[in-house]
């Protein structure tokens, strides 16, 4: 892909799952990453993964969730690399034994789940958009969503969905206030991936086969495929895209 090699990208959310693909996909173009996590043990295993490989990789421990270690992580991207071409917000949580219908949802977990997936994006946008403006003048935001944002699809996920279509909101008044500076906005949207989390569920073929009767092809997405959009959308390949969706969903939404 065009436009990533040699640039510095921040990816929140990074130790696991679609995240840590994300990461590998970019240092595989050529980037040199910035793995940010709450999960800093985890974060540094694939940064020292990367390292082995022959990439330049950190780990940042991170709560995405305070805003005073939001911005000491960024502060810690510019010592290390000096510069900050892109951001991949991705952080996010999912508590599905206590998100429920509206009625019974308790306000604590509605508090975190939107403390995680809608004020973090809001805060690693925040002052990975700042870092981007004083470092590398322009360059690409790309921000994690859900067809939980948009359609009903999966009922009683009141608080995830709720913070998905938050975040969708947000990236479409970035792309238009940030257009003129250079700086891209874009959400790629992935349906169901059999991340760690869902592994040992997945592999249950009664379990998998109702999860994915609603999706046209039938099965999940690997995080490799996902990453595989994130990389494009950041890469100078979509440099006329913002504002954007990329949906990842094996068709679900189209049904």
Not at 106 to 123: C, I, K, P, Q, S
Not at 244 to 250: L, N, R, T
Request: hydrophobic share 45%.
């Amino acid at each position: 892909m065009r436009g990533l090699k040699g640039k510095i990208a921040a990816v929140t959310g990074g130790a696991s799952g679609i995240g840590e693909a994300v990461a590998r996909r970019l240092t595989e173009e050529g980037a040199a990453v910035a793995i940010l996590d709450r999960n800093l043990q985890g974060a540094e295993r694939v940064a020292e993964s990367l390292r082995c490989g022959g990439v330049k990789a950190i780990a940042v421990g991170v709560d995405v969730g305070n805003e005073t270690e939001v911005e000491a992580a960024f502060e810690k991207v510019v010592k290390e690399y000096g510069c900050l071409d892109i951001l991949v917000s991705n952080a996010g949580r999912y508590i599905a034994e206590r998100d429920t219908k509206i009625e019974a949802l308790d306000l604590a977990t509605w508090d975190e789940v939107n403390r995680a997936n809608y004020t973090g994006m809001f805060l690693a946008c925040k002052h990975g958009i700042r870092t981007i403006k004083a470092t590398a003048k322009k360059g690409s935001v790309v921000c994690t969503g859900s067809p939980t944002g948009m359609l009903g699809v999966t009922p009683t996920s009141t608080a995830y969905s709720s913070s998905k279509g938050g975040v969708h909101g947000l990236m479409r008044i970035m792309a238009v206030d940030y257009a003129l500076d250079g700086i891209r906005v874009n959400a790629v949207v992935p349906g169901f991936t059999i991340t760690p989390i869902v592994k040992e569920l997945a592999a249950d073929p009664e379990w998998l086969a109702f999860t994915t009767r609603s999706i046209p092809m039938r099965r999940g997405a690997q995080p490799e495929e996902i990453a595989a959009a994130i990389a494009f959308v950041a890469s100078d390949d979509a440099s006329y895209m913002t504002g954007s969706f990329v949906i990842v969903d094996g068709g679900l939404t189209a049904v």
